[in-house]
């Protein structure tokens, strides 16, 4: 699979790695056999980068991957780069616990979870947005790095100004924000900031919570432990995180226009990938999975050819016609 250096850091990693959220919680139950045969598919399709938090499953996230590379052994495991996150067990979630002595509190818990002295890539968890300029958050990062506790850090934000607030700073190595075709705005200029500055970008819900799928309908029924039932109005985090914060029924209908636009040979879902990887200043991008199925069609996203530019002015199109009004101004 192609490799992309991400920004700052000098590391590569795959075009299309893996989100594990779904390892965790929030997504209905994924057994711990399942977890670990997603993770395996994921490598054996040459994906080399996977996300996660230490709040996914309150660290089971962290710690399946973690027990899995330990298992993969160093030779397969070679290479491969894990970035979880960081800020979202402060209780309450303000800008004052977003200290020194919190950040190394919650850095042991990830290492120990993933087993490792030093972490390769640490982001900030959608902080409140203060955080973002903060020049003692900042300082801060840097202590952790002079310790040797991560290697590099970078930030998972909600909108495209605490994007751009914190890749004006000199040592952010990577921003991830939500990119897929129902989510434009960092196009117009977080993307070209990130080149600019040499910050990559990892591209989170790349399937609108798996709506850019086409598979859903008005009366698909989520788990009642699926954010897709519980987080539709925002009820318990940014209702943004939930299909990309369009609302379920025009979402449906304009995921049914986008899946007429696949090109033949490739699935709705891969060509939502397809458009994100082909963006100038993306890095990678990290769909989240439930089987080995999904694993290997999104890993497959990354031979596909470019999308040609009829096809791209058709999701554009799409997007102002169904998607803009509702999401554009917001994040
Ligand atoms: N604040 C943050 O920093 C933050 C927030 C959100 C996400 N993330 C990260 O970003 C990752 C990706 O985002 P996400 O998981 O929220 O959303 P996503 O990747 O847009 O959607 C994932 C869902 O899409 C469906 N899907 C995946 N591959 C598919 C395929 N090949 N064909 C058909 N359907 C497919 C699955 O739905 P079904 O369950 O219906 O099968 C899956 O649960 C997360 O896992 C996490 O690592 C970070």
């Avoid at 980068?49 to 027990?67: K, M, N, P």
């Avoid at 996150?85 to 818990?109: C, I, Q, S, V, Y």
């Avoid at 909108?159 to 921003?175: F, G, K, M, Q």
């Avoid at 990559?200 to 432990?225: E, H, K, Q, W």
Wanted: net charge negative; aromatic share 6%.
């Amino acid at each position: 699979m192609e490799q992309r250096t991400i920004g700052r850091t000098g590391r590569q990693l795959s075009v299309v790695g893996l989100g594990t959220w779904q390892l965790g919680a929030d997504w209905g139950a994924v057994d711990e056999d399942a977890a670990l045969a997603l993770l395996d598919a994921a490598v054996a399709s040459g994906v080399t980068f996977f996300d996660t938090a230490d709040v996914y499953g309150d660290g089971r996230s962290e710690r399946l991957i973690g027990r899995f590379l330990r298992e993969l052994g160093p030779d397969r495991g070679k290479g491969m780069l894990v970035a979880t996150k960081m800020g979202r067990r402060a209780d309450p979630h303000e800008p004052a616990a977003f200290t020194l002595d919190n950040f190394r509190a919650w850095n042991d818990r990830s290492r120990e979870n993933l087993g490792v002295d030093t972490l390769d890539l640490v982001q900030l968890h959608c902080p409140p947005t203060p955080v973002f300029s903060s020049d003692a958050v900042y300082d801060a990062l840097d202590t952790l790095v002079d310790e040797k506790r991560i290697a590099a850090y970078g930030v998972s934000v909600e909108t495209c100004d605490e994007a751009l607030a914190a890749i004006a700073r000199p040592n952010v190595a990577s921003v991830q924000i939500i990119l897929n075709p129902f989510r434009r705005k960092p196009l117009e200029r977080v993307l070209p900031a990130a080149r600019e500055a040499g910050v990559g970008i990892i591209a989170r819900v790349p399937l609108a919570s798996g709506l850019l799928s086409g598979r859903y309908r008005n009366d698909t029924v989520f788990a009642a432990d699926d954010h897709r039932t519980y987080n539709r109005q925002g009820e318990a985090f940014d209702v943004g995180e939930t299909f990309s914060g369009v609302d379920y029924a025009t979402g449906v209908a304009a995921a049914q226009e986008f899946a007429a636009l696949a090109p033949e040979g490739a699935t709705s879902a891969q060509t939502a990938l397809r458009w994100i990887v082909q963006q100038p200043g993306v890095t990678t991008v990290i769909p989240g999975a439930r089987n080995t199925e999904q694993v290997r069609g999104n890993a497959a996203a990354a031979q596909l050819p470019a999308l040609s530019d009829a096809t791209l002015t058709k999701i554009a199109e799409l997007y102002d016609s169904r998607i803009r009004a509702q999401v554009h101004h917001r994040w």
